[in-house]
């Protein structure tokens, strides 16, 4: 007869890599493409509010376009309080609030009210400049498809702004393809702005005029740690705990025989999908990235023929 440790230890791993199983992950260099660490990467999986990545870069695209001004103050429209989910400020049908307002609590307090209301207004200016009729979430949301499709992304189907999987609403997309939306959205040095703010005092205007303040915390808890500058956090039931993160190091800078300087930025991208642990997940893979990138280096960033390795991210 086996000793009973010995059957024990036997039960516990066998379920082990059925636990893993449940988990995606991508770890990637943004400036160099190279993929250093993946897992079930290509996985197709609800996401959560890693949704809104996407949902407020397509904002801050329109608001471009659009020369519209970020104080603008716009409507919480009745359907958005059906969302449920964080409601961090108590927003009620009615309240007005600044886009840049709202783009703050949607991405530092993953707040599907208020990322409802931007979609909402975007979705209508859209449909108001094109002189048609439609619904202004699925204008909205064809625009996500949009980008994604785009930057490659080919096993990403967004079905809303908000990432929440209610109905129609459930949508999915993969560690690889979140990877590729992050890199793209950290060159833009405002969406970076946003992600890295800690917390940001913003306010709502009542129906009445009444203005009230709030302060809303990012809910990344690794901003500020291992070098991290972003970017989103995201649960619920059916998608787990998911993070997506940019890790910032200085260039490295290389003097060249001809008198030319080589500038190497570098900027980790980490994207967690399925987890029960995606804050500690991410410590390990945060210095488990690094490491293999600085290996990589030191054999003088040799490249090569396997599309596994790269992830490339087209400039748009």
């Known amino acids: 007869m086996k000793p009973i440790f010995l059957i024990l230890f036997t039960l516990l791993t066998a379920f082990l890599p059925l636990a893993q199983a449940k988990e995606s992950y991508l770890v990637m260099e943004a400036h160099s493409n190279r993929v250093l660490l993946a897992y079930n990467s290509e996985q197709k999986r609800p996401v959560a509010s890693l949704n809104k990545i996407t949902s407020v870069k397509v904002v801050l695209d329109w608001v471009k376009a659009s020369q519209a001004n970020l104080t603008t103050l716009i409507p919480v429209p009745q359907a958005a309080l059906a969302l449920g989910g964080p409601n961090p400020m108590g927003l009620q049908p009615g309240d007005q609030l600044s886009i840049r307002d709202a783009i703050y609590s949607a991405m530092l307090g993953s ?22 009729a439609g619904d202004p979430q699925k204008t909205f949301v064809a625009e996500m498809n949009t980008l994604s499709k785009a930057l490659g992304m080919r096993r990403t189907k967004f079905k809303s702004s908000h990432g929440l999987e209610v109905g129609y609403w459930k949508g999915h997309s993969t560690a690889a393809d979140i990877a590729r939306i992050c890199v793209h959205v950290m060159r833009d040095t405002g969406f970076g702005f ?123």
């Open 111 to 132: 707040d599907n009210i208020a990322m409802f209301a931007l979609s909402q207004h975007v979705g209508q200016q859209l449909l108001i400049r094109r002189q048609i």
């Open 194 to 316: 946003y992600v890295k703010q800690r917390s940001r005092k913003i306010s709502v205007v009542s129906p009445g005029g009444q203005r009230r303040s709030f302060t809303v915390q990012n809910t990344n808890k690794l901003l500020g740690q291992l070098n991290v500058n972003g970017i989103k956090t995201g649960m619920t039931a059916e998608a787990g705990q998911c993070l997506a993160i940019n890790a910032h190091k200085s260039p490295l800078v290389k003097k060249l025989e001809d008198g030319k300087t080589q500038i190497r930025g570098r900027d980790l991208v980490v994207v967690i999908l399925g987890s029960s642990d995606r804050f500690g997940r991410a410590r390990q893979l945060i210095p488990q990235g690094w490491n293999a990138f600085d290996q990589w280096g030191a054999a003088g960033y040799p490249i090569s023929e396997s599309r596994r390795e790269y992830l490339v991210v087209p400039q748009l």
